[in-house]
Nanobody, 125 residues
């Protein structure tokens, strides 16, 4: 059984940083495409980043490019999202997701089979 648990969400001020983690069991993060999505209030879930199984391919959506970084620790079986220079519009519930199958860019929610429950990140002005 796959279980994915996000942590690290918090309330911070604009310009500060947050580091989110996703602890995974039931699958190996090195074998799957691992992604981060977010859902802002009143908006659809948005795919913001992924890392390929090889680790060589990484993608960032336009809204986070240059500010966010994705990484993983295959020994701890975790995936992280480092979020720097946060802005108020980054306020969202952040989800980690995994897929073993083909997917499209921009990332689509329906292409990812496994999901965490989400963690809230709030950025105040």
């Amino acid at each position: 059984q796959v279980r994915m648990v996000e942590s690290g969400g918090d309330l911070v001020q604009a310009g500060e940083s947050l580091r989110l983690s996703c602890t995974v069991s039931g699958l190996n993060v090195g074998d799957y495409t691992m992604a981060w999505f977010r859902q802002r209030l009143g908006k659809e879930r948005e795919g913001i980043s992924y890392m390929s199984p090889s680790g060589y391919s990484r993608y960032f959506g336009d809204t986070v490019q240059g500010r966010f970084t994705i990484s993983r620790d295959t020994e701890k079986n975790t995936v992280s999202l480092q979020m720097d220079r946060l802005i108020v519009d980054d306020t969202a519930i952040y989800f980690c997701a995994a897929t073993f199958d083909a997917f499209m860019v921009p990332l689509r929610r329906t292409d990812f089979r496994y999901w965490g429950q989400g963690t809230q990140g709030t950025v105040s002005s």
